[in-house]
Structures are given as structure tokens and as C-alpha cells.
């Protein structure tokens, strides 16, 4: 019995630990993953081919998240005013003077379960195999696209083949859904949780080798 009780006390810490570790999110991770502010292509009040370059400035001042923010000519980058890592930068990419991209680093790894939850299954992947000859080095980079959202997640470059699972973990957010001009070859329909091979492909749109 004695035993019985300790592990239900040790299953019962271990529910609540995973449960606090999604609670862990700052305030403007969980306004992402809530949508609290505005429904997606939009971030913030920032809404991809709308928001001209003077409006998203001002609506970055009054957000209190935001702090340092530096205007470029057809740009602007900011980070986040309680010094956490990350903050991000929009990008004016034609003469219309709207917002064409924006890249989101948010201030904490933030689980592809967690984004699953709140956004839906994902409509595409890229998983590349890279080998730098120079540093006679091999990364793999992924990112995992949900077109209907109009966003994209950036893994970043991983030394070895990473996990495609719940627990996968991400910083960056991109819009609009990535790549926008190339890499299309590699990009293929998101199918569940399946292997790292199974997704990559090589520059030419072959499978990885």
C-alpha cells in the first residue's frame, strides 16, 4: 500500500511539472499561442500586406512588451523590454510601403505540440540535410509551415537529425509562410509525425542521401 501511494505521489509531480512547463510561457509567447491580440497573418496588431511601415512603428511603441526599437529605412528591429532573448523585425519588401515579412523570436523555446493546440496540424515541412565542406560539417535545418495561418516555425540548424514529435522546440515564428521566393523544391505536405528522413530532401527535390 505504502509503495502504491508513493507512486501515485510521483505520477501526480510528474503531471504537474509537464503542466507547469506549458504555464511557463511569458505573457507574449501566450498571446501567440492565444491569438489574444489579433488572429494570424497578424501579430500583435501588425498585419502582413496591411500595416504600413509608420503604422506597425507606432503600434511597437505602445506595446509594453516591446522596447529598443531601431528604424531602418525599409525596416525596424526590436527586443523585448524585460530583457529576455529574442524581439524581432518587419521588413518592407515592395513600394505599396505595407509590411511584407515578419520575423518573430520569441523569448522562450515554445513546443510544436503546444502550437498544434492552439493553430491545427501544420500543411507543410522542409527538412534539409547540409554538408559544409569548408568545415567538413553536416547540419539540418527545418521548418515546418502552416499555410492557412500564413506562418512558418524556424527549428533552426540542428547538428544531428531532430525528432519530429510534441516536444520539438522552436524560437522563431516567420510570415508570411516561408519560403516566399525559393526552396520550393524541397517543400513538401506535412503527413504526422514521421521521421526526419522521411521529410528531407535535397536542393534538387530528391530524398536525402
Not at 544531428?160 to 524541397?186: A, I, Q
Not at 526526419?196 to 527535390?205: N, P, W
Amino acid at each position: 500500500m505504502h509503495r502504491y501511494r508513493l507512486f501515485i505521489i510521483i505520477i501526480s509531480v510528474a503531471l504537474n511539472l509537464t503542466s507547469c512547463g506549458r504555464d511557463s510561457y511569458s505573457d507574449i509567447t501566450r498571446r501567440w499561442l492565444a491569438g489574444t491580440s489579433c488572429q494570424s497573418p497578424c501579430w500583435e496588431g501588425i498585419t502582413l500586406e496591411q500595416t504600413k511601415k509608420s503604422e506597425a512603428i507606432s503600434i511597437l511603441k505602445q506595446n509594453p512588451y516591446v522596447s529598443q526599437i531601431k528604424e531602418g529605412k525599409d525596416s525596424a528591429d526590436w527586443e523585448w523590454s524585460d530583457g529576455k532573448f529574442g524581439g524581432g523585425q518587419f521588413v518592407i519588401l515592395d513600394d505599396k510601403g505595407v509590411v511584407g515579412m515578419l520575423l518573430v523570436d520569441l523569448p522562450e523555446p515554445v513546443y510544436l505540440g503546444d502550437v498544434i493546440d492552439a493553430y491545427g496540424e501544420p500543411s507543410h515541412i522542409i527538412a534539409r540535410k547540409i554538408h559544409d565542406s569548408w568545415h567538413d560539417d553536416t547540419y539540418y535545418p527545418l521548418l515546418i509551415m502552416f499555410e492557412s495561418q500564413g506562418f512558418t516555425l524556424d527549428t533552426g540548424f540542428h547538428d544531428n537529425e531532430p525528432r519530429l514529435d510534441r516536444k520539438l522546440t522552436f524560437y522563431k515564428v516567420v510570415y508570411p509562410m516561408y519560403p516566399r521566393y525559393k526552396g520550393m523544391e524541397t517543400m513538401v505536405p506535412w503527413e504526422g509525425f514521421k521521421s526526419f528522413r522521411f521529410y528531407c530532401r535535397d536542393k534538387f527535390g530528391d530524398f536525402c542521401k
